[in-house]
Each structure stands twice: as structure tokens, then as C-alpha cells.
């Protein structure tokens, strides 16, 4: 079959009125070079509806253990080694860690091999993109128990980072920091970060959320905002209420404001749970409404950990929320929370998700974890700001152990929840194309600005008992991607080289007497467009069990890894790698004759002889053209709705159907189709 | 690359929106002038002969009676027409394609779009067949037909590349139609015929 050559079509569209659009369409591609290749299956979810938490067990909820265990303990900076830590291991597994064949490395390189950059020391990590160019980064750390700097930027994609410090709190607190977060304001150049800080007086035990603005693309910092209560604070988070132009409500009376979250212990026994709060701050940095969100248990406990999602109306908040039934540590509850009016309405317990986290207990601790530390038990959640089909959905990632009556089979997989009612109710699958019998862990989520879903997340990949399921030897991180909702998924696509493979002591040192050493409790993957190309930017901890950074402690490191994602181009929700007619919408894959190309291709010259009499007998002519033309512009549903004629099936006819006709044009019709 | 050759796949690979106004195909000259080395290049050009003048109800073709290349063929209509519900206007022009070849953009005449009305044009020629070029011009949506008012209207100017081989071919309709704005599908006009007086030209 020949093509029509791009060279010498013409499409001119005109437009009422002087100004004549002129639409020159070159759709000269062949088939041929799609066709017999060996395409990835296409990834589809199977959602069902999640089960419903009822609110009589929500009376046995109890405090997930807080972050800053396993953190603030053992070491400040110049203060003496934890044995425990010290390497090599004085532990009972010393003997099979003794180093290996392969010799200590002092630092990973600055450039890894692919696009995986070393940032810092450090095993959370917070990611904050430019809203207009992508290219700009902000991320922030918990560089272990280094003080500085904390903070750094990117101006070029990745290519490099600056070191910035992070701001301090007033008076003392200048301490170590953790528990990043990061998200851009609504202008270009506008990004913020939070980091927690300790109190530098060494008897302290009060920390302060300290919330750090840039005005200047990351290249300056200042404080904005701290939270002076006189508390261990912990977990914080925070999320920007978004103008309209960037998916917000309509109505820009809290345009701007930032909603800060966070859990507060007390300062005489730190894991003595208080309060957790929703602060609100004007873009200015002033306080504004504070909202308790959660007491201790049996006097309003509405979890903790609360992440808030700025909504798609002006001033709504939704928090999630995690906590643990008291009589079973391996069950997580995940509860939902909506802020209204920018902290004037408060709904708590909208619902909830319940599951098994991935990972066993570890020791007799009631911690959780996998690899011998402890992992975030909870999840990640992000909203759909996009004017597409889907705007005001909530998304929920989770890593969730199907096994966990059984530590020698998988220990762990991504779901994916979603509410399509503001978070009453939700319909959840298991996100496909995870790799069999191995264990997924530390999901991270991102909604962008057009609702496509990007996640990533670590995968234990081999170990000395049961293929590692439970404690590895080594690990990867991957990263994929949906464009319709989470209904399809991309081919999953490893993200670090194989010079950063995660490789962790086999069995695992007993790192009890130091609360397991949480990390990945933080970890982003965040998207954007830069020069108009989507891309994503996964931020995750490394780990290298030989090597030792400058406090001799930890294998863990910060590095970041840009991703670009798989093509939609018809935007049917198919990849084009999966799609079978990847040009033309066709999500439901039909393949009448089962040769791997869709009908909707293989048959689109049939469907586009819309006019097979006369002088259009078995040709694409304007006999063709006339009944699209007269159809333009309708949509399914419109008294002048052609379906005949909206050849790229999307229910309307359009400009794009117009210009499949244009590319077939004057072609016979030789193929008999259903 | 394998062998499958039966499915088309559509990739957009350029769209171009410009105004149309500017785009006037530039006149060229059908031959350099003469050098220093003592010989003469003949000036080679189009010649275009056997246009009939419009009438009523009917389309036509005219050309001018010299041209360099590219030449320009305008299809006209003849006013005042009886239907006053003319949708679309689709033909064929068939050539020899050893003496010219068809040259796009096509630019479209004062007809359709009369009264602010979106046109869509397309005009390419036929794969494998250089010497036929397939058009169609049309009103576009959900909107009334129109009227050609005498003595006449433009409906579409075609271009014509001269190839370099001189001869002479005929320019002909075939397939032709006028449709009406009957919903969902335009019928033919059958009141609205298409001249079949081919022109002549030639190319030397």
C-alpha cells in the first residue's frame, strides 16, 4: 500500500471570519515498521470496590510508631559511635559480613552511570519541581546526622545540584534536620521545602517543623514559616493551595495559602503521642487557622502521619491519615479527612482503607519493616488537578503483603485506591505488572498537571533465603506510569543503573538497640513538563551495605534519576509499546483477526470510505469528506453527531478526524473489514 | 521491517497554521536569463488555451493563457446557480504527469467560505497516480448551503510545477460533484454540472 506522501497534501481549515487557518497534515508514516514487533503486554488493573472500614473498629486504633525513632537517638554530630552501627558489624551475622570480595567505596560517584545523580549522605529525600519549567528542582534531605546542608537544587534537569543550607528555626533550633517534604508555589520560580530541625541545646528534646521558601528557583532560601509549639514534632508535610490556572477551585480567596501538617510527642517521653495538627499559613508566612486534626486514642484519635492534599475547590484540604489496631501491629489503617474553607470546616473519618503492610515485625519490636528496618507503613496520596475527565479524584498508593501469615512468599505490592466522591468511598487493584513473587515497597505517587498517575518503587530482587522476599541482597527501583486513571500502565522500567543497585547485608544486622533506622519513609517521584516534554524525577535513597559515609554509619544515600515517560499519543490510556493502533484512540484494543493490529488502524481505511458509492466506490474522496464536514464540530449526544464519521472514536468529530481522512486521502479501499 | 503492509498507522508529523492571505504563489520565470558564455537559454513557459467562459450551473476550469511555472488553474462557478444549498464541490483533475505535477497549497476562491463560513480543503494527489489530483472544498459544520451569484465565483486555484520536459497534456474533470447541505450526508447536485471541455497546455 502506498502512502500518501506528505509533500504535496493540503488541509486547509478554514475559520469563519478574515483569518483562514491553514492545516498542512503530513501523516506519511507506515505501518510496516509496527508491524509483527514484539509488543508488551498491555498492563490493565482490575479494581474492585475496597471494603469499607466500619467506624466501630476505629475505637482500637493506635499510633503507627513515629518517625523520629530510630532518628533522633543515637548520634549528633562529634557524639561517639553506636557500637551496633559501627562497621564491621559487632553483631551475631558479623561473620557473613565481614567485606566480601568487594572493596569498601569511600563515596558513590558524583555521576552515576545513566541519569542516577548522588545528591548527599542522607535516606529522605523531598522533591519540589518548578511549575512552568521542570528542569528546576528543589530537594531536601535528611543527610543522617549531618547537620548541612540539607538542601539543594537543580536549574538544569538533574545535571547538577547546588548545595544550599536549609534555614534555621529561631533561637536554638539549628539543630539536625528530618523529615523532608517539598512542593512548588503557584509561579514559576516559587518553591518551597520543609524539614524538621532539633533543638541544638543537647538536653532538648523539642523539634520545629520549619517550612523554607525560594522565590528565585531554589537558588536562595529563607524561613517562612516554623511551628514554635513546644513539641517533638514529627512527620511533617505540607501542600499549596492552587490558583485556578493551576487546577485549583475557582475563587482565590485562599489561593496561595500553605497547609502544613504535622504530629506533635511529648518533650519528656518523646513517643508519648499529644496531637496532631493542620497549621494553615498565608503565602506571607503568617499563622492563620489551626486545626486539631487527631487526639490520643479514646479522646478523638483520627490517625497520624496526616498527608495534605490541597482539593480542587478553593480552600479544601484532604488529609490521610495512618494508624495501627492495637491488638495486631501488621494491620494498617489509612483514614481520610477533609478540610473545607482552608481550616474553617473539619470532617474527619470521611472513610478508610484497611490492609496488611508489607514486611513482617521485626524482632519483637512492633516495628515493621523489611531488610532489617523499619519502612513507612502508610501510604501516598495525590489528586487529579487536571480539567480532564478525572479532575477531583484521589489517588492512594500503598505497599500492602498479601502473605503475611507467610514470610517466605512475596512480602509486599503496590495498590492503588481511588475515590471518584471526594474520598468516601473507594475502588482499589493491585497495580499490574509487578513482578511476580518479589516484594514491592516504599510506593511513591505523583499526579501531574495533565492527571497522569507516575509511581515508583524499590523491589527486593534476590537474597540468601527465599529468593529474599523478606531480608535481600540486593534490590532495584522502578517507575511507572497511567495516562487514564490507573486503568492501564506502562511497561514498568527499572530506574537506577546497575552500578546503584541497592545492596544490603544478607541477613540483615541487628540494628534493634537503634529502632531499626527507618528509611524510605520519604521518598518522591514528582512529574512536570520541561520545554514542553513530560518528565519525571524520582528522588530515593540508595544503599550500599560496603560503604561507609563520613560518620561511618550508614550505606544510605540520596540520589536522583530522571525519567521520561512512555508516549500516549492518542491518549486512549494505551502506551505506545502496548498500544496496537498507537496513533488512533482505540482503548478497547479491538483486533477482530487477532494479527496484533488494532481494527481500528487495520480497518481505518473501510471506516473512512464513509461514502462507498458512485465515484467514491471503494476510495477516500470527498464524497467522504462532505458528511464529516457537515458532522464537524458535534459531539456524541449532538443532533449532527455523525459516528460514522469521528474515525478516531473519541465522540466528537474534530479536527483530528478530518486529518485521518486527509491522510488517507485518495487511497482505495481494498481491505474488507468488520 | 516486516512485511505487514495492510494497516495504516497515522502519525502527525507537522501542522502548520498560518494565515492564507500571504500565501500567494509567487509567478517565477520559466528560464534563466542569458550568460557570458555566448549562447541563449531559451525562456521556457506554459501555455493554456480552451477555457470556456462560466454559465449558469456550471463549473469550469481557466488558466491564463501564458504562465512560467507554476501555472495557475482556477476552477470557477458559474452564477447565478438554481440551487442555493451548495455544500461541497469534490473533483478530479487528470494530466499528464511527464509535463507538469501538481503543486500545493491550494488556495481557495471567494465561493464557499462566502458569508464567513469554515471551509476544509484538501487537495493531494492520487498515490501511485502523479497525474491526478484529488480535491475537495467544502463548507464545514453544521451550516446552510449557498448561492453563486452571477457572472461567477472562484471556487479553488490549483498550481501546476512544470516537470522540465516540454509537451502538452489535456486537463480534464472527472468524478465530480456539487453536494448540498442535506444532513447528515450532502446529495449530489445534479442541476450543477462540470464542463467537459478539457483545456489545453502545453509546456515549452
Known sequence: MRRVSGAGLLVVLALAGPGVLLVAVNFAQDSAGHAGTKRPPVLRARFAPAASVPRSSLSSLVPVPPTFAGKLEPLRRGESRSPALAAPEQTGAESTLVPEASPPMASPPSVKAGTDIFLADGSETALAIDVSNANILAGALNQGYLNTPSLLNSSNGNVSWVPNVFPSGAGTITGQTFDPWGSPGNSPGDLFTSLIRRDSIAASKVTHMILAHSGDSGVSWSRLFEVNKALVQDRDMFDVDRTATRGGGTGAAHDGKLYLTYDGFSTATQEAYVASYLQVVSPTGAALTEVTTSLPPGSGFNGTQMQPVAGTLDGQVYLMSVAAAKTDASVTYLLFHEVTGAGTGFTALKSGLVFPAAGQQLATSGRWGLNGHRIDTGGQMDIDRSSGPRRGNLYVLSSRNLHSADPTQDQGDIWLSISTDGAVTWNEAMIPGLAAGKTQFFAMLDVDDDGWIHVAYYQNETGLTDNGVLNASTANLYYTVSSDGGLTWSPHTRVNGSGDTLLYFDPPRDLSAHDYYLIGDYDQVRAGRAGGIKVAYVLWSGYYKYRTDIFQDHGDYAICTKMTPALDSDGDGLFDPQDNCPTIYNPGQEDFNNNGIGDICECLLTRANVDNTGSSLNRIDGSDLFPLARAFGSCSGDAAYNASTDLSPQGCVDGYDLAILASLWAESVPVTCP | ?204
Not at chain 2, 25 to 39: I, V
Open chain 2, 1 to 204: 521491517m516486516n512485511g505487514y503492509r495492510g494497516a495504516p498507522r497515522f502519525v502527525p508529523m507537522a501542522v502548520a497554521v498560518m494565515l492564507l492571505g500571504p500565501l500567494l504563489l509567487s509567478q517565477s520565470c520559466g528560464g534563466g536569463g542569458g550568460g557570458g558564455s555566448g549562447h541563449v537559454t531559451p525562456v521556457m513557459h506554459f501555455t493554456c488555451g480552451g477555457a470556456v467562459a462560466a454559465s449558469p450551473d456550471q463549473i469550469s476550469l481557466s488558466c491564463p493563457a501564458t504562465s512560467g511555472s507554476p501555472m495557475l488553474v482556477t476552477v470557477i462557478i458559474g452564477g447565478a446557480t438554481t440551487s442555493t444549498d451548495i455544500y461541497g464541490i469534490k473533483f478530479d483533475l487528470v494530466f499528464s504527469p511527464t509535463v507538469m505535477t501538481f503543486q500545493a497549497p491550494a488556495i481557495e476562491g471567494t465561493f464557499l467560505n462566502q458569508g464567513g463560513a469554515a471551509t476544509s480543503i484538501i487537495a493531494a494527489p492520487a498515490p501511485g497516480d502523479p497525474g491526478r489530483v484529488v480535491v475537495s472544498i467544502t463548507r464545514t459544520g453544521a451550516v446552510s448551503g449557498t448561492q453563486a451569484a452571477a457572472p461567477q465565483a472562484t471556487v479553488i486555484t490549483l498550481g501546476f510545477a512544470a516537470t522540465g520536459l516540454t509537451g502538452a497534456t489535456f486537463l480534464t474533470f472527472e468524478n465530480a460533484e456539487a453536494v448540498d447541505d442535506s444532513t447528515p450526508t450532502p446529495t449530489p447536485i445534479v442541476s450543477i454540472g462540470f464542463t467537459s471541455s478539457p483545456l489545453t497546455v502545453s509546456f515549452q
